[in-house]
Nanobody, 116 residues
Framework: QVQLVESGGGLVQPGGSLRLSCAAS????????MGWYRQAPGKQRELVAF???????HYVDSVKGRFTISRDNAKNTVALQMNSLKPEDTAVYYC??????????WGQGTQVTVSS
């Protein structure tokens, strides 16, 4: 079993910054992809960004240039630095880890609210 524990959510004003962190623990040999999804009220969960074990990254268009994903393979952690936050970034953010096509895990979610 694998546990993903997120931290760093909260309330921030538009234009502000937050940093989300996620630590994986448990039966870990290597995590292929780590990433972040988000789900706003009344909307489907969407991919925000992911990073592979080799460092390749992908971002959804709406966060490009504002968010940066990083990863520490030795510590099995992934972080999401979010700058220039907008009200539309408000959502519950979920950490995700994929080991293979059929093995994946989710964190419990952390609330990010962007409001003045």
């Amino acid at each position: 079993q694998v546990q993903l524990v997120e931290s760093g959510g909260g309330l921030v004003q538009p234009g502000g910054s937050l940093r989300l962190s996620c630590a994986a623990s448990g039966s870990i040999f290597s995590i292929y992809i780590m990433g972040w999804y988000r789900q706003a009220p009344g909307k489907q969960r969407e991919l925000v960004a992911f990073i592979s074990s080799s460092g390749g990254t992908h971002y959804v268009d709406s966060v490009k240039g504002r968010f940066t994903i990083s990863r520490d393979n030795a510590k099995n952690t992934v972080a999401l630095q979010m700058n220039s936050l907008k009200p539309e970034d408000t959502a519950v953010y979920y950490c995700h880890a994929r080991f293979s096509a059929t093995r994946e895990y989710w964190g419990q979610g952390t609330q990010v609210t962007v409001s003045s």
